[in-house]
């Protein structure tokens, strides 16, 4: 299906050391942030263990036999208060401005509700009809929701994703990492996600996506996702939530539905149990 080398990207690796490969805007922001970070803590840390050396080499009691008596340094203090200061804003200024982008919501087409259960999580796709009349319209192609959709019936459609546990997984899938119904997602596509819980706290995180919000019992948190290729993205619950907490994993599929990256036979062996069947089966048919 997908033949590219970064397809199985989308989880952590043995002995990784940097951060997975980003699959969406957000995470590609969070990446850029990290080496942002990393110049002002290479500089920080080479200055203060500089000065440091120096001052070991220079003012040890053997190269010092008569102690040096000065306790004020007016400028130096002023210095060494307003320049972390500085510092600071300097780094405030990229932080704030990739925190409230994630926050920002671009129009969905798709809005999905993720909800968190003890212990597997499940995916709500409301009014189905219409925002994949709106998908078809963005790609320029309108003309084919008549032939995709004969009616407009747009009910809900829910589906659970358990993990699949080690006796039944097949050898290729990833041990604690794969579930029987994955969450199918369009790329390049704005995706809006209500998350909440059923129970406890759970946390709905995908690395790879740039992912991490808790779901909360009584209370609806907002996020949304792009993802902009094709791939199969892992992430686990990231709330402590019971015994079962580390078995409940999330894989997100993410599938260039108008593109030529998918088939139908891959399609069928990976299973889709979701809205995207029905879509892509009438797309082959
Ligand atoms: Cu659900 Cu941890």
Redesign the pocket.
């Given at each position: 299906m997908f033949s590219n080398s970064y397809f199985d990207l989308g989880m952590a690796k043995a002995w990784q050391f940097g951060f997975q490969i980003p699959a969406s805007p957000v995470m590609e922001g969070i990446v850029n942030f990290h080496h942002d970070l990393f110049f002002f803590l290479v500089v920080i840390i080479g200055f203060v263990a500089y000065v440091l050396w120096r001052s070991i080499v220079l003012f040890n009691s053997d190269a010092n036999k008569v102690p040096y008596v000065v306790t004020h340094a007016a400028a130096l203090e002023i210095i060494w208060t307003i320049l972390p200061a500085v510092i600071l804003v300097l780094i405030a200024i990229p932080s704030f401005s990739l925190l409230y982008s994630m926050d920002e919501i671009v129009e969905p087409l798709l809005t999905i509700k993720v909800i968190?259960h003890q212990?597997y999580w499940s995916y709500e796709f409301v009014n189905p009809y219409y925002l994949y009349k709106d998908m078809l319209k963005l790609h320029g192609l309108s003309d084919l929701s008549k032939q995709f959709f004969s009616d407009d019936s747009g009910s809900v459609i829910t589906y659970d994703s358990y993990m699949i546990s080690n006796d039944d997984a097949v050898s290729r899938e990833q041990r604690l990492l794969e579930v029987d119904n994955k969450l199918y997602l369009p790329v390049e596509t704005n995706v809006r996600l209500l998350v909440t819980s059923a129970d406890v706290i759970?946390s709905w995180a995908v690395p790879s996506l740039g992912v991490k919000i808790d779901a909360c019992p009584g209370r609806l948190n907002q996020t949304s996702i792009f993802v902009k290729r094709p791939g199969i993205f892992y992430g686990q619950?990231s709330?402590?939530?019971g015994v079962n907490?580390g078995f409940?994993p999330i894989v997100v599929f993410g599938l260039d539905l108008l593109g030529d990256g998918t088939s139908l036979d891959s399609i069928k062996t990976e299973g889709v149990s979701s809205l995207y069947f029905f879509f892509l089966k009438k797309k082959y048919d």
């Open positions: 968190g212990w759970h619950c709330e402590i939530c907490h409940m």
